[in-house]
């Protein structure tokens, strides 16, 4: 049976990511572990100027040597991207043994997950995924979300969430809550959000909430945004 992949956000907040390998793809693996908070470990003889220069900041840990089993007894995952294909599959089996997440560079059939292509918009975050068989069609969907999903999205996301919040606080029925969400869904809000008219998105809330509220309650600052000539 061909292999289908489970999709899953991974919270690596202050969790022990290691990437074995110090040039290009190492550094695209711990620049996107970083951006999640992860606390991250490159093990590699050498390092990129890249990576140089978040190892010079202590944004990263650096371990000048090849890879040991032992390095990861206490990791949460590896990235196995060294320009050896022998050492990359020892990782998987290392990794295996200890039953931690790997991912090998280029080698899916090895690796316990994949990494999507991401257009992050904020919190809103899309991501791409061929199973491994395309990353070059990935990139390219990613791209055209990044084109077609304004980070407008990401700041109608901040207030539905915090809509929510303040819903759940109310301790309405989940029923109530969801009809709520659904009308600001549904209306013109991503147009208030674009043009900075708080005043009409405030009174839309205002109106599906049942009380007079303003986005500084909820946390929400809009940006005016100034009109063409």
């Not at 990576?51 to 040597?65: F, T, Y």
């Not at 690796?111 to 999507?116: A, H």
């Not at 919190?123 to 055209?144: E, F, H, N, W």
Request: aromatic content about 4%.
């Amino acid at each position: 049976m061909r292999m289908k992949y489970y999709c899953a956000n991974l919270n690596l907040i202050h969790r022990n990511c290691i990437v074995a390998g110090g040039g290009e793809v190492g550094a695209r693996k711990a620049k996107g572990f970083l951006r999640c908070g992860g606390s991250v470990r490159v093990i590699s003889p050498e390092l990129s100027p890249e990576l140089r220069s978040l190892a010079d900041r202590n944004q990263i840990a650096h371990v000048p040597r090849t890879i040991r089993p032992e390095d990861l007894d206490d990791a949460f995952l590896v990235a196995a991207a060294t320009n050896s294909p022998e050492i990359n599959r020892k990782i998987a089996q290392w990794a295996g043994e200890r039953r931690i997440l790997c991912n090998v560079a280029d080698q899916p059939e090895l690796s316990s997950f994949v990494v999507p292509a991401v257009a992050d918009l904020g919190d809103l975050v899309i991501a791409v995924s061929t199973s491994g068989l395309s990353p070059a069609l990935a990139k390219r969907l990613r791209q055209r979300f990044e084109r077609d999903f304004s980070k407008d999205y990401g700041v109608l996301l901040r207030i539905l969430g915090a809509v929510r919040k303040e819903l759940q606080h109310r301790g309405n029925e989940s029923r109530k809550n969801k009809e709520v969400l659904e009308a600001i869904v549904d209306s013109p809000v991503l147009d208030w959000i674009a043009s900075g008219d708080q005043t009409a998105l405030e009174h839309h809330l205002s109106g599906v909430l049942g009380e007079s509220i303003n986005l500084s309650q909820l946390g929400i600052v809009l940006t005016r945004k100034e009109s063409s000539p």
